[in-house]
């Protein structure tokens, strides 16, 4: 989904909750566009894709398991 960094904190809850979005497709969708203007901006010291995908896996599968 396009534009998900837009999105308030409060909406991407509501739709991960809801299962309209994965914390997955959220976490990516921000690391692309930290990717994209932290050159510009230097807002992120360091990154951690990793941890930060490994951390939205477990937040799908504990929502999945309800």
Known sequence: ???LWKM???EIADAVWSKQLSAAEVTHAH???????NSLINAVVQ???D????SAKAVDE???QG
């Open 8 to 10: 308030s904190a409060t």
């Open 47 to 49: 990154e951690s894709p």
């Open 62 to 64: 504990a929502i999945s």
């Open 1 to 3: 989904m396009t534009g």
């Open 31 to 37: 690391l692309e566009r930290i990717g994209s203007v």
């Open 51 to 54: 941890e930060a995908l490994a």
